[in-house]
């Protein structure tokens, strides 16, 4: 393909590909235009991929997750094809801003929160890293929902990304695979044969998902439920429209919405249908490969390393074992060794509601083969560990976890904290039956979009102090050591943050209408609303500083602004409430004449990835308060450490690590340890007694529980305040004056700044360590065998 630059590829694809007149096109006509013509320039570069891949007869790494945020593309194209200047020029020559265009562009929100994050990050550097692999997922119509507040409520609308045209996808006409559900099992000539009931089409489509410098890229393969047939003329000529249209209708309902919620079960059919869909799919997919390319079945675990993201996809097992074992005749035996030898199983949380179980009865209605054969595979277990009392159906239940333990050759906690819990908690008796299983990997965050894309201005003092190569080596973050204590290195680093701050005032104003003051100390919480991440804690601290400044207007404090953002679960009644609340302080407060000056509260909607690449470059102070013990890492924590905010936070997930690089001086910590929380639980009227010692907690709770936040309805949180004094299973009141102490020594070390940017700077130089690809470097030696083909 000749190379006629942007300035003519941006409007062919207009005018030939999209049909438009670029004296009609709307801003949207030209981010697609865009879109497509960066997409060309990388397309080469990912056929060379697959192509090098297949060549090679490489391992290839294979990624299943329920969930990939991965937020927006064309900018990630651009940089990592560093495309930058180019793309900039062009759109000047018509007439256009290229910041506009690449904020025209909405979120993929095909995830809701860190776990699907996490996988977007992975995909990423198994890109930049040239390792051959695939991330598998569900392409849903809609996304996670869309938040707005109504009265300070949370209000969920529907995402619907796919009703705009997708530049980035590649529909697969080839690949469209057949799956069943329900039926039975019979016995045909002594072999078990599973006779399905109702069958889809899962149908790919396929994201270039290319790495920095454009050298290797890698599909995100997404399935979309379709009918098996288009629909039914005969019905439809008959005059039957509907039913005409209800198998198509029932067939799309599988891939239609995704789960709002990652921490509880729902839904539960159609979730352990969706289950099934994408991991029968992957898995149909994956062998096709294999049998292509030629070999052994017994070596597909040489060729294949299929990494189960939590246990949405824990039905891996017996389904790898059944197209093994029922469809290819191996035994039994050797089916399951095989398919352990593939499989390997990341574990995201502790939360017991959160571990995955489905009912007998819905298991055998919906895969009765299944059910059969994890019967078999829990005989084999009993077989091999004959002292085992862990069952992988226990009470009418398929524990998905257990299943997914089994089957798995390696078990990854997300950080070292996480993976010591969970030998001595979730997976105790199988960790002792099976003590080299369980490994630790700990999480990371991709540098090139949540430093080298998120914050340009650190980049380019990064950059000019130590040169480009810590944008895939972040760990040379390092050389930045020396400069730790340059006045000039410090000015010019508390000036990029500065001037952060500066634009996400003007950004907050123009877009919001909140004034705030861009040399107050940004305070930023930003993650899913959960009652162990305690966005409560936050508030009432918030609400308690508003009381104490209001006392005593004259004191010399640190100006302040709290910035929320989070979604909290369309049924999950407390966390709602606890949104509610912020808003309805948010709208007291920052009316308060006397105090607003330096105290203003924020609660943005619709967090999603953008939110947080505008938020995180301009943040001050980093909100990781969870209860210890539940966090099971955390890779907002690592963003914002990145980006020079110390953390506020407690020893949970990975704060640990993050507190050890940093060193402790640059770390506020505050709170109950693991043990300790497990130990103040035990005491009765915990809650009370911490409400009792602690005038300032009393009287935020007082103000709640009186009304002083909702006048119009002032007896709305008594509920709230109840379940605190009398329940607090995360123990907010216990931690509570921890925290505020905590807070008071961020306000002091912020009031001077030689304290404060040494600090600051320092968790930039330091924090290396938490990129992704060393994370996926990780996996590569101690999970999946598998190697890079980079051509570099
Ligand atoms: C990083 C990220 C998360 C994870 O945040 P935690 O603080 O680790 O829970 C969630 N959502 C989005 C949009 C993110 O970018």
Request: glycine letters at 8%; a negative charge; aromatic letters at 8%.
């Amino acid at each position: 393909m000749t190379d006629t630059g942007f300035r003519d590829s941006i409007p062919r694809h207009l005018i030939y590909a999209l049909g438009t007149d670029p004296q009609n096109a709307t801003l949207g006509d030209w981010r697609i235009a865009l879109s497509l013509a960066v997409r060309d320039r990388l397309v080469d570069a990912w056929l060379a991929s697959a192509r090098a891949a297949r060549q090679a007869g490489a391992k290839r790494v294979y990624y299943l997750s329920m969930e990939f945020l991965i937020g927006r593309l064309l900018e990630d194209a651009i940089i990592n094809l560093r495309l930058e200047e180019e793309v900039r020029a062009a759109l000047a020559a018509l007439g256009l801003s290229a910041d506009e265009v690449i904020a025209d562009e909405p979120d993929a929100a095909l995830g809701n929160g860190g776990l699907g994050r996490l996988a977007a990050c992975f995909m990423e550097s198994l890109a930049t890293l040239g390792v051959p692999a695939f991330g598998y997922g569900i392409r849903y119509e809609h996304g996670l929902f869309r938040q707005s507040f109504v009265e300070g409520r949370q209000v969920e609308e529907p995402e619907d990304w796919l009703t705009q045209v997708h530049a980035w996808e590649f529909r697969r006409r080839d690949v469209r695979l057949r799956l069943c559900f329900g039926g039975e099992v019979v016995d045909e000539g002594g072999k078990p044969v599973w006779h399905g009931a109702e069958a889809v089409m899962a149908q790919a489509y396929d994201t270039p998902m290319i790495g920095w410098q454009g050298k290797w890229a890698n599909a995100l393969r997404l399935w979309s439920a379709e009918p098996l047939h288009g629909f039914d003329l005969d019905r439809f000529n008959r005059g039957d429209y509907a039913a005409a249209a209800e198998p198509e209708a029932l067939a799309r309902t599988i891939s239609r919405v995704l789960y709002p919620d990652d921490t509880t079960e729902r839904g539960k059919e159609l979730r352990l249908k969706q289950e099934y869909f994408f991991t029968a799919a992957s898995l149909q997919d994956i062998l096709r490969r294999f049998e292509a390319e030629g070999g052994a079945l017994a070596d597909l675990p040489k060729k294949a390393a299929i990494q189960l993201n939590d246990t949405h996809p824990a039905i891996a097992g017996p389904e790898l074992v059944r197209l093994l074992h029922d469809e290819r005749g191996m035994a039994l035996d050797q089916a399951i060794e095989t398919a352990r030898g593939c499989l390997s199983y990341t574990n995201h949380t502790l939360l017991p509601e959160a571990l995955e179980r489905w009912s007998e009865d819905l298991m055998t209605r919906l895969l009765p083969r299944h059910m059969q054969l994890i019967e078999r595979i829990d005989a084999a277990h009993a077989a091999e560990k004959p002292d085992r009392k862990v069952a992988l159906v226990q009470e009418g239940e398929v524990r998905m976890g257990e299943l997914a333990f089994v089957m798995a050759h390696k078990v990854n906690g997300v950080s070292a904290l996480h993976t010591g819990l969970m030998k001595q908690t979730v997976f105790e008796e199988l960790h002792r039956l099976h003590p080299d299983r369980i490994v630790n990997e700990t999480n990371g965050v991709t540098p090139r979009r949540w430093l080298f894309s998120a914050n340009p201005r650190l980049s380019r003092l990064i950059s000019g102090t130590i040169g480009e190569g810590w944008v895939c080596d972040l760990e040379r973050l390092c050389e930045l050591e020396p400069q730790l204590d340059d006045a000039a290195f410090l000015d010019a680093y508390a000036g990029a943050k500065r001037a952060n701050k500066a634009d996400l005032a003007g950004w907050l104003a123009a877009e919001h209408g909140v004034q705030i003051d861009p040399e107050a100390l940004f305070d930023v919480q930003i993650k899913r609303i959960h009652e162990y991440k305690r966005q409560h804690l936050n508030i009432l601290e918030t609400i308690a500083l508003w009381q104490e400044i209001k006392a005593n207007p004259n004191a010399p404090w640190v100006p302040r602004v709290k910035i929320f953002a989070g979604k909290a679960a369309p049924g999950y009644v407390f966390a709602k409430e606890i949104i509610r609340l912020i808003n309805d302080v948010a709208a007291v407060v920052n009316a308060d004449l006397e105090t607003n000056r330096f105290l203003k509260v924020v609660f943005l909607p619709n967090y999603n990835v953008s939110l947080a690449e505008r938020l995180i470059p301009a943040s001050d102070l980093s909100e990781q308060i969870s209860t210890a013990g539940k966090e099971a890492s955390g890779t907002g924590n690592m963003k914002f450490a990145l980006n020079g905010a110390p953390t506020i936070g407690t020893l949970d997930g990975a704060n640990v690590e993050i507190r050890d690089r940093v060193g402790e001086k640059n770390f506020f910590l505050f709170g109950m340890t693991t043990d300790e929380v497990v130990a103040r639980r035990a005491v009765p009227d915990h809650a009370r007694q911490a409400i009792a010692a602690d005038k300032r907690l009393g009287g935020a709770l007082k103000a709640v529980s009186q009304g002083v936040f909702s006048p119009r309805d002032r007896h709305c949180y008594r509920g709230f305040v109840g379940n605190l004094t009398g329940h607090d299973y995360f123990l907010v009141c216990s931690d509570f004056t921890a925290y505020w102490d905590a807070q008071r020594r961020v306000d002091a070390a912020f009031a001077e700044p030689a304290v404060w940017w040494p600090m600051a700077a320092r968790n930039t130089a330091r924090t290396g360590w938490f990129s992704s690809d060393r994370t996926i470097r990780g996996y590569m030696a101690d999970i999946w065998g598998a190697s890079s083909l980079d051509p570099a």
